[in-house]
């Protein structure tokens, strides 16, 4: 059986160490600009730190992925050139990319450089992926949170060695893995083209005598009681109120946690496991690598599952499967 990778998010360098320290088999990060999906201000890394966070990785028997999974500009693909050239350059272990123009830049430009489809490429059947692979060289496809084990392991019969890699923690989305047209339409910028979802530029809380209002780009996503936490907001996690009616309109805020289901997706034949959560501490990403390290190695070596308890750090306080579990058992 083979040995899944356990893939890390990093959106500082502590974070990167934490991540290691704590057991990554891998950590992704990204440039501090819009060609990566998580461009927030205080996070992402520098030229200089992401060349001394590959090296304490590498000295730790790690590897680092740079995602640079965002569309560039039309006319205007100097900016993601630059960010494939110096990850090449600086001894990154792959890059994860969305956009095929930037793709067929990759392969022809740095043959020698691991390509890896990001999930915003959306590629879910093995058509798809056979024309990522055959292509452009991609050995690995990110694949999206829709679909559930037994497509997964379908998916892999047909597919391989190209490898696949699934999220196993952390936040979810209503859109198709990111391309939300809710952000744009409210603040401007895209998730897809500026790498922001609700940013915090256009975040803005209201205190009155009732409690919090939480409002992006002025228009009111939540309201909150005088006793209960404010979250962010992020637009399709408002509640609204709709048909006389308020609820959570288009999605509860709620994580992603497939711990349970650690043995289904080995069987599955599935290569890596992903973490979301790059714009989360070094707390949280320490926390969840431990417990996602501690379930693997259990997997792997014919033990039960340990007990973990990460309801204090997930969205919402409330957990799911997804889609991964219908199905199924």
């Avoid at 994860?96 to 999930?119: F, K, M, N, Q």
């Avoid at 709620?254 to 289904?264: G, K, R």
Wanted: a neutral charge; aromatic letters at 8%; one cysteine or more.
């Amino acid at each position: 059986m083979i040995r899944p990778e356990l893939v890390c998010p990093a959106g500082t360098p502590a974070a990167l160490k934490s991540a290691v320290d704590a057991g990554a088999d891998c950590v992704y990060v990204g440039f501090r600009d819009e060609t990566n999906a998580r461009n927030f201000p205080g996070l992402n890394f520098s030229r200089k730190e992401l060349e001394e966070g590959i090296a304490y990785a590498h000295a730790r028997g790690a590897k680092v992925l740079v995602a640079i999974n965002t569309f560039p500009r039309a006319g205007h693909p100097e900016l993601w050139h630059r960010a494939v050239d110096d990850s090449a350059r600086l001894g990154a272990d792959a890059v994860i990319l969305a956009d095929i123009g930037l793709i067929d830049y990759a392969a022809r430009t740095h043959p020698e450089l691991r390509l890896h489809l990001s999930v915003q490429a959306a590629a879910s059947n093995p058509q798809s992926i056979g024309f990522y692979a055959g292509n452009f060289g991609v050995r690995r496809v990110v694949l999206p949170r829709v679909l559930t084990v037994p497509e997964i392991a379908a998916i892999n019969a047909a597919v391989a060695p190209v490898e696949t890699e699934v999220f196993v923690f952390g936040g979810l989305c209503v859109m198709a893995e990111g391309r939300c047209a809710l952000s744009s339409y409210a603040t401007g910028q895209s998730p897809n083209m500026n790498g922001v979802c609700s940013p915090a530029s256009h975040v803005r809380y209201v205190e009155s005598g009732r409690g919090v209002t939480s409002q992006l780009a002025g228009f009111t996503i939540n309201q909150f009681g005088l006793n209960e936490p404010a979250g962010y907001p992020t637009l399709c996690k408002g509640r609204f109120n709709a048909n006389g009616k308020t609820s959570y309109l288009f999605e509860e805020p709620t994580s992603l946690n497939t711990l349970s289901m650690l043995p289904d997706l080995v069987k599955a034949g599935v290569t890596a496991f992903k973490i979301e959560g790059r714009q989360r501490g070094r707390a949280y990403v320490a926390a969840v690598v431990q417990a996602f390290r501690a379930g693997l190695d259990a997997v792997m070596e014919g033990r039960p599952l340990p007990e973990m308890d990460l309801d204090s750090i997930t969205e919402g306080g409330r957990q799911t499967t997804g889609a991964y579990e219908k199905a199924w058992r």
